[in-house]
């Protein structure tokens, strides 16, 4: 049974990753803003799965750990601090927040 | 068409479908459901390729536990109910041509990549393999991560804490 090849998996996460980007750059608020590096970091894990499929080596699935692991931690970091500019200003709208604007 | 491919055609379908609606719904709650069905639909495609043990991961982390703060956070910043949880998006016309520049870039890259060889079974028990890989090669990443793991909790109770 032949599936579908490594380029297909890869094109695959290379969307998902440009429809990250965009959530990125259109989102205003913070927590829309933390929904697009979330799916930024999945296009990551599927690429590295994938290779890890295709060349038999383990490797890439214990970078998938990690990588899970970090994006939790980054997930929990980020939004402690969501909750805490949200305690200050009272809004989470990343326009507003410009007290490091030069 | 082979079944593989149809199952690989379908999930990518639904992990496209659900990611262009976390990125464009207005409802901020229903992008976080969005977001919930994008991460099983990754979780699927890991099982596609074989990885069971990842399928369990994704689910357990980030279906569960990512999408559960995700939640809080919406609930501890924003009015669920109401009108506050719209939320509105700007420079949609900048952000589609950076992420269609960015994306037309990778997929040429990958279209213009050497074939890979064709796919090798994986030979052994796919856990006892990374269990070994753990605390043998990658021992010393995996003791760091724990200390990262406990700096971030530190860090993000001292962040949200209350100020008293």
Redesign the interface.
């Known amino acids: 049974?032949?599936?579908?090849?490594?380029?297909?998996?890869?094109?695959?996460a290379?969307?998902?990753?440009?429809?990250?980007?965009?959530?990125i750059?259109?989102?205003?608020?913070a927590?829309?803003i933390?929904?697009?590096i979330?799916?930024m970091l999945?296009a990551v894990?599927?690429n590295l799965?994938?290779f890890?499929?295709?060349?038999?080596d383990?490797?890439g699935?214990?970078f998938?750990?990690?990588t899970?692991?970090?994006?939790?931690?980054e997930?929990?970091?980020g939004?402690?601090?969501?909750?805490?500019v949200?305690?200050v200003r009272k809004t989470?709208d990343a326009?507003h927040l410009t007290l490091l604007r030069g | 068409m082979?079944?593989?491919?149809l199952?690989?055609v379908v999930v990518?379908a639904a992990?496209?479908t659900a990611?262009?609606g976390?990125?464009l719904t207005r409802n901020?709650f229903h992008?976080?459901l969005y977001?919930a069905g994008?991460?099983v639909a990754?979780a699927v495609?890991?099982l596609?390729?074989?990885?069971p043990?990842?399928f369990a991961?994704?689910l357990l982390?980030?279906a569960g536990?990512?999408v559960t703060?995700?939640v809080?956070?919406?609930m501890?910043?924003?009015r669920l109910v109401g009108e506050r949880i719209t939320?509105?998006?700007?420079?949609?016309l900048?952000?589609?041509v950076?992420?269609?520049a960015?994306?037309v870039g990778?997929?040429g890259f990958?279209?213009r990549?050497r074939?890979?060889?064709p796919?090798?079974?994986?030979?052994e028990d796919?856990v006892a393999?990374?269990a070994r890989?753990?605390v043998g090669p990658?021992a010393a990443?995996f003791e760091l991560?724990a200390v990262?793991?406990v700096a971030?909790?530190l860090?993000?109770?001292y962040?949200?804490r209350t100020?008293d």
């Open positions: 049974m032949t599936g579908p090849g490594l380029q297909a998996y890869l094109i695959l290379a969307l998902v990753f440009a429809i990250g980007l965009f959530g750059l259109t989102r205003r608020n927590i829309g933390l929904l697009g979330e799916l999945n894990n599927i799965v994938a890890a499929r295709f060349h038999a383990l490797a699935l214990v998938t750990l990690f899970i692991a970090i994006t939790v931690i997930v929990g970091v939004l402690a601090i969501v909750i805490a949200f305690r989470v326009d | 082979t079944g593989a491919t199952a690989f990518a992990l496209v990611s262009l976390v990125v901020l992008a976080v977001l994008a991460l990754t495609v890991f596609l390729l074989e990885s043990f990842l991961v994704q982390l980030y536990g990512v703060i995700l809080f956070a919406i501890l910043t924003e939320q509105t998006s700007r420079f949609l900048n952000g589609a950076v992420a269609a960015v994306f990778l997929a990958i279209a990549a074939q890979p060889a796919a090798v079974t994986p030979a796919q393999g990374l890989a753990l990658f990443s991560l990262l793991l971030a909790l860090g993000a109770i962040l949200a100020e």
